[in-house]
């Protein structure tokens, strides 16, 4: 009855207030429901990798092999992979570009081998010990429709994966400027067209095959039609 009282006096107004309150609660209740569906879609197409290093210890180089394999049921685009290897403030980066833009299949994987020796002795590392070196592993992925993108990190001295959303600045920007050096190289290019040079050895060498070639040409013609 009090409830009664209370919407008989200015009820109107009370009325309008009960139901703003009303649609707020649903558009909560609805604004909930929408985010747990776009959880939902993103988990299932969110790309899973797993990834694991084979450092050849009984050298002590600072070489080895890595593999990324997809553990997800959807296939999963390779947006961007590096490869870092630290000697004490020494770093050396290795990146993967034919494999951007590469679908990797479910339960397939992607095996390299790196060998960061010869680099490491042109500046002057020469002793090699167990744990000398630490390697990094980044690879950026996203799923077909690049809606759900994540970058993955692992180090292979702390055996760590990490997942984290988006993708670094460096990726960023390397995406963001590759249209306008393309667009820079079209245009230098149409103004200075590259010019192959040769050597004078093999100058002399096509100017040679080119003569025997029309030599041979012209003995055909000169050899008339053939007698029937």
């Not at 009960?18 to 197409?45: D, G, P, S």
């Not at 980066?93 to 060998?115: C, G, T, V």
Request: hydrophobic residues 40%.
């Amino acid at each position: 009855m009090w409830l009664f009282d209370w919407l008989t006096k200015q009820g109107a107004a009370r009325a309008t207030v009960i139901l703003v309150f009303i649609t707020a609660w649903y558009a909560f209740l609805t604004h909930r429901m929408a985010k747990a569906m776009n959880r939902q879609t993103r988990a299932m197409i969110q790309p899973v990798l797993s990834m694991d290093f084979d450092i050849e210890k009984e050298e002590f180089y600072p070489k080895g092999r890595f593999e990324v394999k997809n553990v997800g049921a959807q296939p999963v685009l390779i947006l961007n992979m590096r490869l870092g290897c630290r000697i004490h403030d020494m770093a050396l980066f290795d990146e993967y570009k034919f494999y951007e833009r590469h679908i990797l299949p479910p339960s397939e994987k992607m095996a390299f081998k790196f060998d960061f020796t010869e680099r490491y002795q042109k500046k002057g590392a020469t002793v090699w010990s167990p744990g000398f070196a630490s390697f990094n592993l980044e690879v950026v992925t996203s799923d077909l429709g690049e809606e759900v993108i994540l970058t993955y990190r692992y180090s292979a001295y702390w055996r760590i994966l990490t997942v984290k959303k988006g993708m670094p600045l460096r990726v960023h920007w390397k995406f963001f400027s590759t249209p306008f050096k393309q667009w820079y190289y079209r245009i230098l290019y149409k103004f200075n067209p590259p010019t192959v040079k040769f050597s004078d050895t093999e100058t002399l060498k096509r100017k040679t095959r080119r003569w025997a070639w029309l030599k041979s040409k012209s003995s055909r013609h000169d050899s008339g039609p053939p007698e029937t």
